[in-house]
Structures are given as structure tokens and as C-alpha cells.
């Protein structure tokens, strides 16, 4: 953290100049024309990323199923490897992660299977400003149960809309609770919770918690081992820039590894065993037991370079320049855009350790309407109803000076009311 900031673009360009992880920018490709500061919804294409795919379809163009074992590392191995490439970021060892599936199939894989319904311990707690397919998952898998969501899953309730209080989390871990499933980071509003003392406090009430971390991994440095996670599920395609639906990841603690996944499938079957293709199932005994379906190698090849990237750089580092970054903008939103006629509010907590990656820009009327001008101009951010424009600066290719240009492109914009030319409609994907 620098502590000080300049509203002024040499003060910007200065830092750029500086910063240790200026040179990543080249290793991506941004759509051109635009500043791009969505990475929190899909982050860019890299060349690490485009190389690694080009390399397995050229394996499979050569190889056809001998790819499976004697592709470059053979693909047969990808879902480990790429477990045991994201794992020191995550603080786990090798053998408790492993790439498979999607973030909501991780979900409902992992949580059918930590969530034990015995006794009076029958609900799950989550809380309302999670994600939405969490809470499907949770419902659904709450029916699965025999039982009534209306009734066993507990939202946590937010006063704001926005974040949530820890200790009203802790609060609701009663003694009904059998599963705590929680957010590392509320989505719209970027909260980082605890995932340390929230875990704490679950286990000191015999509560196992599972945590969707999709809007931390690549960003915060996580140490799952050391906070004692039961187990945690995360999507590549954010901040790890794994491609569009790309192979998403899941961890399991070690301790859990002789647990018996609920949603068994041929992939999970013990590693050097499964050809042996009997009918009685085995897991292995790693998080790779929890794997369902071959994995999609070619959904899988993109998320290795990313992963390369982000190794390179380093995710200390990248969380220093990352809250350094939103830091900025908040400055920056504080200095220029707060007052009249711009009204600029910010929704995301303003210590930089409890704020992930992006900042929630509150505008009470035009926040839809603004976010498209910003489109317009070749700004690239997202809008979640009613009033939030997300703007992530993320840290391997956005730069300072990027920064400050949203801030003149938001000043513009309201001086010249360019929002009031676009619709109010809202589009299907934003
Ligand atoms: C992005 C995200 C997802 C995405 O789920 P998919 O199954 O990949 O579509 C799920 N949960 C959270 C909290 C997310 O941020």
C-alpha cells in the first residue's frame, strides 16, 4: 500500500512505471479499443492460455486417444495437475485439490456430501446476498433430503443489501445447523469475509463449512490447510483467467478423505484402478476422489496458462497491487465523482483487507444507464440490479493509469449526460 494517491494521471503513470507486475499486461490480450475491468466475471484471454489450448488440439489432431497418456503432460493427469499447480495459492497440499466439473456441479458434489442432516442438526446456513446457483444448489439438495427448504435453509440477512455482519453469521451457527455454506466474497458488493475466524467458530460448534471462493482465487491469497476448511469450490474463469466456463476447481481437507462422495462418477474412482472398470465404487483417496465425468480436456488446456501467469507473478503480489488498485479508485471516486452533479457512492468495505478485487460504484438512478455510456466508451464493467456498477482492476493487466481513465470517462459522461441516451432496459448478460 502506497497511503497516498494523486488525482492526477502523472501521479498514475508514475506508479505504472513502477509497479512490479507492469509487465503481465503484454502476456494478455485486451480487446482493443477497450480498458477492460471485468475480470470479476470473466477474465482475458492470455497467450499463456491461448498457447496451451492450440498445444491439446494439437495433440488430439495427431494423437486421437493416445493423447490420454501420451499427450504433453498426458490429459489423462490434467485435473491433478492443474489441482496441484493452484494449490500452493490456496495453501493446500497437492493432493487436496483437483480441476473438475463447474463451480455449481463442485457445489452440489461437495455439499451432498458434507451435508449430514442427524437429529436436531438438519439445516444448512447461508446467507441472502450469496450468489444465486448456491442457493439453487442448496435447495435443491435440502429436498434430495426429505426436507422442506422453506424451513432448513437459514439466510443470513443483510442490513444493507450489500455486506454482511460477521457476527451475526456466528450468531446463527446454532445447534441446528449442519452445514455452514458461505461466500468468500459477496459478489456484488466485494466483501471478503473471514474465511479464518468463520471457519473457527463453525468447528466450535461441530459445524463442518463449506466456501464458494469463485471471487477470491487468483486475487487473495488463501491458506485452506492452516484455517482448517472442510472444503471449498472455486470457478478458473475470474480472476484466474481459465476461459469461458472453463474447468473450475475443488478442495477437499485431507481429513475428509476417507468420506464418501454422494455424487460418485467413474473419474473419482481410485486413480490406477479405474480402468480396471469393476462395478463396485472406490474413490481415491484425494480431492480427485470427488470427480465425476472425463474431465473436458479442452476447457481444462486455457485454465493451465493462466495458472502460469498468476504462479509467475506471484499472489502476495498480486493482492498488494490489486488493493492498491481499488484503493485508488475509491480515491479517486472520493476526490471527483462523490458531489454533485455525479453522486458517486461506494458500496464496498473501505479497508482494502476486507474488499476483494472489485468495487461496487453506487448511483442511486443511473447506474445501468451509466454502465452502458462506460461500455460506449470502451470501458468494460458490469452492472448488478439495482444500483451497482462493478469495476475490478484486475491486477495482471489493468494498470494505475487505467484506473484514473474510468474515473475521467465517469466525469464525462455525467457532464455531457451521455447515460441519458441509452435505454433502461436491462440486457441478459451484463
Ligand atoms: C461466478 C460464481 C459462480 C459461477 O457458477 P458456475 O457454475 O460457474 O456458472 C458460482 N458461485 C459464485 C459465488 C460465483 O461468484
Known amino acids: 500500500m502506497t497511503g497516498k494517491f ?45 498457447e496451451c489450448l492450440l498445444r491439446v488440439l494439437g495433440e488430439w489432431k495427431v494423437m486421437g486417444i493416445d493423447g490420454w497418456l501420451r499427450g504433453d503432460p498426458p490429459w489423462f493427469y490434467t485435473a491433478e495437475k492443474l489441482g496441484e499447480m493452484v494449490a500452493p495459492m490456496v495453501g493446500a497440499e497437492a493432493d487436496e485439490v483437483v480441476a473438475t466439473g463447474t463451480t455449481t456441479v463442485n457445489i452440489h458434489s461437495l455439499v451432498s456430501t458434507f451435508y449430514d442432516p442427524d437429529g436436531q442438526r438438519t439445516k444448512i446456513l447461508a446467507d441472502e446476498l450469496n450468489f444465486p446457483t448456491d442457493i439453487y444448489a442448496l435447495q435443491g439438495l435440502i429436498g434430495i433430503r426429505g426436507y422442506d427448504p422453506e ?122 484402478k479405474q480402468f480396471d472398470l469393476r462395478l463396485d465404487f472406490q474413490h481415491q483417496r484425494s480431492a480427485g476422489g470427488w470427480q465425476i465425468s472425463s474431465p473436458g480436456i479442452l476447457s481444462a488446456a486455457p485454465v493451465e496458462g493462466g495458472l502460469r501467469i498468476s504462479m509467475e507473478a506471484g499472489i502476495q503480489r498480486i493482492r498488494e497491487k490489486s488493493m492498491d488498485l481499488t484503493s485508488y479508485f475509491i480515491y479517486l471516486v472520493d476526490e471527483l465523482l462523490s458531489e454533485g452533479p455525479y453522486n458517486f457512492k461506494i458500496g464496498s468495505p473501505r479497508d482494502p483487507t476486507c474488499r476483494s478485487g472489485h468495487v461496487a ?70
Request: aromatic share 10%; with cysteine; charged share 25%.
Open 6 to 50: 494523486e488525482a492526477n494521471r502523472q501521479w498514475a503513470e508514475e506508479m505504472d512505471r513502477k509497479d512490479p507486475l507492469g509487465s503481465f499486461r503484454d502476456r494478455f490480450h485486451i480487446p482493443p479499443g477497450t480498458i477492460y475491468a471485468d475480470g470479476n466475471s470473466l477474465g482475458l484471454l492470455s497467450k499463456d492460455s491461448e
Open 151 to 272: 424451513e432448513h435453509l437459514i439466510l443470513v440477512p443483510s442490513e444493507d443489501g450489500l455486506c454482511l455482519d460477521e457476527d451475526r453469521i456466528i450468531d446463527m451457527m446454532t445447534d441446528q445447523v449442519a452445514l455452514v455454506h458461505l461466500p468468500s466474497v459477496l459478489y456484488r458488493s466485494g466483501q471478503l469475509l473471514d474465511i479464518k475466524r468463520l471457519t473457527r467458530e463453525a468447528h466450535r460448534r461441530n459445524i463442518p463449512i463449506s466456501w464458494d471462493c469463485s471471487h477470491s482465487v487468483g486475487t487473495v491469497p488463501h491458506r485452506f490447510d492452516e484455517w482448517d476448511v472442510d472444503c471449498a469450490m472455486w470457478c478458473s474463469y475470474k480472476y484466474l483467467n481459465g476461459g469461458p466456463g472453463g474447468t473450475a476447481f475443488l478442495y477437499v481437507n485431507r481429513r475428509h478423505f476417507d468420506t464418501s462422495p454422494r455424487l460418485p462418477g467413474w473419474f473419482g474412482y481410485v486413480k490406477d
Open 361 to 430: 460504484l453506487i448511483h442511486e438512478t443511473d447506474a445501468w444507464r451509466i454502465s452502458q455510456a462506460l461500455k460506449a466508451r470502451g470501458v468494460i464493467v458490469d452492472f448488478r440490479p439495482p444500483n451497482v456498477i462493478r469495476v475490478a482492476p484486475a491486477a495482471l493487466y489493468c494498470s494505475y493509469s487505467d484506473v484514473y481513465d474510468i474515473c475521467k470517462h465517469l466525469l464525462g459522461i455525467i457532464d455531457k449526460r451521455e447515460h441519458e441516451g441509452f435505454t433502461e432496459s436491462v440486457e441478459a448478460v451484463s
